[in-house]
């Protein structure tokens, strides 16, 4: 071999380790990052869905560290502060925020018109301004659409099943959260249809809740229904002792508020909202528009009913509805 030649493929060889380990590192060095809005104080709190988001962008090829970074970011129900951290990772230019309810999906699409947002728990994100239709979002956001309203009768309907000579039901709400007149609107109706007297009892703080479900056990209540409201949802555990400390059946449309001393619940599946989301992320980081993914819709309804509650307060659950259960807890 010519000297000229062999020095030649020499040098190529030397070479190719430093370019092999270069375009290595600035493959590596793409990291993307998603800022994610919560509702509640902490990681702990909100470890249910936390745990199911971070493990459904895990079954899709992110890996923390290596190729995706998180932003949690916990609000602690205060409004300023989902202002705050909205604004926070608009300027640290995320590729792209989760925003998990519907004061941090506006706060989010005040924040920023170019980011993408998916927002997961909204009850109306067009009424609320954050898309122009569910068909076609046309912003920089899109998600998924509760049905909460929509299903105040059913609930109803299910609590009378499940409570013998069910006549008289309190509405738990925040009057804080912007769907309260709606719901309440809506659950009076239902409830004059099936011949039920239902009133709201308003809880702004989580420490109204003992003295709400004492009032209500004083006015002679046979149930009670939850309304919306993330406070709500935080406080499961406070509000299903109270509720079983004043053995008042209470039914919510979220399944991981049930072992905490609830009765039943009927609603969305909420862990695959979390895993859709993620879902749509990725759809978003691989080129797709927000403008362009429908806002998707609950095509499941869960039906979630705790036999040890119905135990503690006497119940016996209807044949019809354990036939009809998707979840038993014991």
Do not use: C
């Amino acid at each position: 071999m010519e000297r000229r030649k062999f020095i030649a493929i020499a040098a190529t060889g030397a070479a190719w380790p430093l370019m092999a380990r270069a375009q290595q590192n600035a493959t590596s060095a793409k990291i993307t990052r998603v800022g994610i809005l919560w509702h509640a104080s902490n990681a702990d709190e909100e470890k249910i869905y936390l745990d199911v988001l971070t493990k459904s962008f895990s079954d899709l090829g992110y890996v923390e560290g290596k190729n995706i970074e998180f932003l949690h970011r916990f609000p602690a129900e205060q409004p300023e502060r989902f202002r705050t951290f909205a604004r926070e990772l608009a300027e640290d230019k995320v590729d792209a925020i989760v925003a998990v309810t519907g004061l941090g999906a506006k706060e989010a699409k005040q924040a920023t018109s170019t980011i993408p947002i998916v927002f997961v728990i909204v009850s109306d994100p067009v009424g609320g301004g954050l898309v122009e239709s569910l068909a076609r979002p046309g912003g920089n956001a899109t998600g998924l659409s509760l049905m909460s309203i929509d299903l105040s009768g059913k609930r109803l309907a299910l609590l009378k099943e499940a409570v013998p000579n069910l006549s008289r039901v309190a509405l738990l709400v925040d009057p804080t959260d912007p769907f309260t007149q709606r719901a309440v609107k809506a659950n009076q109706a239902a409830a004059e249809t099936l011949g039920i007297s239902l009133w709201p009892a308003t809880v702004s703080t989580p420490d109204d809740i003992e003295p709400a479900f004492s009032k209500i056990a004083q006015d002679r209540a046979d149930g009670v229904i939850l309304g919306a409201g993330s406070m709500l949802f935080n406080e499961r555990a406070r509000i299903g002792s109270s509720a079983l400390a004043h053995r008042l059946p209470a039914l919510s449309f979220v399944a991981e508020m049930v072992p905490h001393g609830l009765l039943l619940s009927y609603g969305q599946d909420f862990p695959d909202f979390f895993r859709r989301a993620a879902a749509d992320v990725d759809k978003i980081l691989r080129g797709a528009k927000p403008a362009d993914i429908p806002v998707e819709q609950p095509t499941r309804f869960k039906l979630a009913i705790s036999l040890k509650t119905a135990n503690a307060l006497g119940l016996t659950v209807p044949p019809s509805l354990l036939a009809t259960a998707d979840e038993l807890i014991e």
